[in-house]
């Protein structure tokens, strides 16, 4: 079960969000009532996590917080329900990224939506081979996703 919040002015269309969360989990065989919050935050309370967590400085894009280490399944073992936990997006920081990608701020969200729930499945990019699987893997179930919208 995923519950979309949105705390900031911007206009979000949680049930897009909440697709996109069904078709990765559903692709990554965890079960689909697993339960994921996707939370949209200002730069203020996004900076504040950023340097509490990662004692890094400003806000930035997106933050994922994994609740019970849930790992992608297989067709035979699919994950058990579980709760793979939250994601933290800022929009302000999605549009300026989107803004230097040429393409749109939904779009933008719905990428780092993607690239948050890997990181609460357990991937990882601190090292080359696993930035390759992990940006591939998010290239083709946001690809499969819209090619379906």
Excluded at 1 to 14: A, K, L, P, R, S
Aim: hydrophobic share 40%; with cysteine; net charge negative.
């Amino acid at each position: 079960m995923t519950e979309v919040i949105n705390e900031t002015d911007y206009e979000i269309d949680g049930s897009e969000f909440a697709a996109l969360a069904d078709h990765v989990l559903t692709a990554m065989h965890v079960a689909t009532d697993a339960e994921l919050n996707i939370l949209f935050i200002d730069p203020e309370p996004m900076a504040d996590l950023h340097v509490r967590w990662l004692d890094l400085p400003g806000p930035t894009d997106v933050m994922s917080f994994p609740m019970d280490e849930l790992r992608p399944g297989t067709p035979d073992r699919p994950t058990p329900p579980g709760t793979l936990g939250d994601i933290c997006i800022c929009p302000q920081v999605a549009e300026e990224q989107a803004r230097e990608a040429g393409h749109s701020t939904v779009e933008e969200m719905l990428l780092l939506a993607t690239h948050g729930m890997l990181h609460l499945m357990g991937y990882d990019h601190a090292e080359d081979a696993e930035r390759e699987e992990m940006f591939a893997l998010q290239r083709k179930l946001l690809l499969t996703f819209l090619a379906t919208r």
